[in-house]
């Protein structure tokens, strides 16, 4: 499967326990964005990577949440000190750069619920 | 006000029906995507366009730039497109996408 994964698919936490989600871009693609979606919502912009390089954060990324993509390959979304507020489904899809438009291709998302 | 607005929120047909649903957006855009999301969560791609119309299959998207509207059109409705079709508009040099709340379609047979 060359499709965007990310792991784990599910993750249920206790409140102020520390995750960490794992995705896998299309393995030529140099573009990986990060998106949460709430029950009920369209996704939200969470932040975006060229290659290594984070470029772009939203607001909505509060200093307890980091991401990195080492290398330019895989990136990792970390959430500290969890809340109930972070339940939602984390959504990571990639893209390739090229001249033109930039389709983006989604990963199965990982679904946080936290107790 | 957001800056993606889709309608109808949620759509219930029988199936062959044509089925219509209509994006509106308030910011200037790259391009605007039609994406299908199934429960569970999965989104898939089913048109990235900037201008015009494009069809695959039974889907036709359409884009009138001037007046800032999209729609997409299933044809001839089958209980499989049962789904929720969300409308997404990239911006900017990163192409992040800004998302419609999403229409829910339920297509019974």
């Known amino acids: 499967d060359t499709g965007v994964s990310q792991n784990p698919r599910h993750k249920i936490t206790k409140r102020g326990q520390n995750v960490t989600f794992r995705c896998d871009p299309i393995?030529?693609?140099?573009?990986l964005y990060w998106y949460r979606q709430t029950l009920g919502q369209g996704p939200e912009f969470l932040t975006y990577?060229?290659?290594?390089?984070?470029?772009?954060k939203s607001r909505l990324l509060s200093d307890r949440f980091s991401a990195e993509r080492p290398k330019g390959s895989f990136s990792t979304l970390e959430i500290q000190r969890t809340e109930q507020g972070d339940s939602a489904m984390y959504l990571c899809?990639?893209?390739?750069?090229?001249?033109?438009?930039?389709?983006?291709?989604f990963g199965p998302g990982t679904r946080l619920t936290v107790t | 006000k957001n800056e993606v607005e889709q309608s109808p929120q949620n759509l219930t047909a029988q199936e062959g029906e044509f089925i219509t649903i209509n994006c509106s957006y308030s910011?200037?855009?790259?391009?605007l995507h039609w994406l299908q999301q199934h429960p569970g969560g999965g989104i898939v791609s089913l048109f990235m366009?900037?201008?015009g119309k494009k069809k695959h299959g039974r889907l036709i998207a359409t884009i009138n730039i001037q007046e800032k509207h999209s729609s997409l059109h299933i044809t001839a409705s089958h209980p499989r497109d049962s789904a929720v079709y969300i409308c997404?508009?990239?911006?900017?040099?990163?192409?992040?996408?800004?998302f419609g709340k999403g229409t829910k379609l339920t297509v019974n047979p």
């Open positions: 393995s030529e693609h140099n573009r």
């Open positions: 366009l900037s201008s």
């Open positions: 997404a508009v990239g911006q900017g040099g990163s192409e992040k996408l800004v």
């Open positions: 899809a990639s893209s390739l750069v090229e001249q033109g438009l930039y389709e983006q291709y």
């Open positions: 990577f060229q290659n290594e390089a984070q470029l772009e």
């Open positions: 910011v200037g855009i790259s391009a």
